[in-house]
């Protein structure tokens, strides 16, 4: 990848964002209503828990809606904090933060979006999920950075010196 122009490998950094940006999106149309997930959502977890009353499935229908939401936006900051780090190992709180920043704007927009969609609305409550979800990635990745994290892969010990970096 050294043989490509210095800005378009800086662009490639940024292409899992601009993917998951766009599945948010997506995500945010009138495909995605409460009234279309529950079609396939609430039948699946009636099958996980039949002995469930329909008020228990609803909730937990909005509790896997919810859930998507931190995923989502999990995912969105863990590749944020890859573009804007550009392939440099570390973790640094002014990237961190710009990520959370980045990634709440984007809530924030997102939930704009949603104000004009058909059957959709737009809450407060669901950017401070979404960003919920973004600042949950950030511990992630921090913990993986500085190998809190018990499965972070210890770095390959250099030719010549005796200990770890």
Not at 102 to 114: K, M
Not at 124 to 149: E, P, S
């Amino acid at each position: 990848m050294s043989d490509l122009p210095n800005g378009f490998r800086r662009l490639s950094n940024w292409i899992p964002s601009i993917l998951v940006a766009i599945m948010i999106s997506i995500f945010s149309t009138h495909y995605f209503t409460d009234e279309n997930t529950a079609r396939i959502i609430i039948p699946a977890l009636h099958w996980l828990f039949p002995w469930a009353t329909p008020h228990m499935l609803h909730i937990m229908h909005m509790a896997v809606r919810k859930m998507a939401h931190v995923a989502e936006f999990a995912l969105f900051s863990a590749t944020i904090f890859h573009g804007l780090r550009a392939g440099r190992d570390g973790w640094r709180l002014k990237s961190a933060v710009a990520t959370l920043v980045i990634a709440a704007a984007y809530a924030g927009l997102d939930e704009w979006h949603q104000s004009f969609v058909p059957f959709r609305h737009a809450a407060a409550r669901d950017i401070v999920i979404d960003t919920l979800g973004a600042l949950l990635a950030q511990v992630f990745v921090w913990c993986w950075a500085t190998r809190k994290w018990p499965f972070a892969p210890l770095r390959q010990v250099q030719a010549g010196a005796g200990n770890l970096p």
